[in-house]
């Protein structure tokens, strides 16, 4: 089993959203972030850039986690569902690569705040 690689801790933009990498191993990962004032839209919930950064971070370092080493992906597409506004508290992101081809690796994630699926995703990343 591999290590936690955490290539979003060093970011000054991962600290400000405040997302802590739990796990990041054999093609999966889970990301979590807790909901703050600087993170709300104009509507007062969670902004969908903030949940869309924690969604990219996730399917990232689950990419990365097949690599072993330096990081070797960047996203070269991706879609995104959302299902339900969040308000307050934390949401995590579970991420998983459905295929790692030669160039590019298709990932999906699941974002949840609780037992409610907050969003969902699928991306596109290509190695480098």
Same mark, same amino acid.
């Given at each position: 089993?591999?290590?936690?690689?955490?290539? @979003?801790?060093? #970011?000054?933009? @991962?600290?400000?959203?405040?997302?802590?990498?739990?796990?990041? =191993?054999?093609?999966?990962? $889970?990301?979590?972030?807790?909901?703050?004032?600087?993170?709300?839209?104009?509507? /007062?919930?969670?902004?969908?850039?903030?949940?869309? @950064?924690?969604?990219?971070?996730?399917?990232?370092?689950? &990419?990365? #986690?097949?690599? /072993? =080493?330096?990081?070797?992906?960047?996203?070269? $597409? #991706?879609?995104?569902?959302?299902?339900?506004?969040? #308000?307050?508290?934390?949401?995590? &992101?579970?991420?998983?690569?459905?295929?790692?081809?030669?160039? =590019?690796?298709?990932?999906?994630?699941? =974002?949840?705040?609780?037992?409610?699926?907050?969003?969902?995703?699928?991306?596109?990343?290509?190695?480098?």
């Amino acid at each position: 089993m591999s290590e936690v690689l955490d290539v @979003s801790g060093g #970011s000054a933009f @991962s600290r400000l959203l405040g997302l802590e990498v739990i796990q990041a =191993t054999e093609g999966k990962a $889970e990301v979590h972030m807790k909901m703050h004032d600087g993170l709300r839209n104009v509507h /007062g919930k969670l902004h969908g850039g903030a949940l869309f @950064s924690l969604i990219d971070t996730a399917m990232g370092q689950a &990419c990365h #986690s097949l690599s /072993g =080493t330096v990081p070797g992906s960047v996203t070269l $597409e #991706s879609k995104i569902n959302y299902i339900r506004p969040v #308000s307050d508290g934390d949401v995590v &992101c579970r991420a998983w690569v459905l295929n790692a081809g030669k160039r =590019t690796l298709v990932v999906e994630a699941d =974002t949840w705040q609780g037992e409610k699926l907050v969003a969902k995703a699928q991306a596109t990343f290509i190695r480098t």
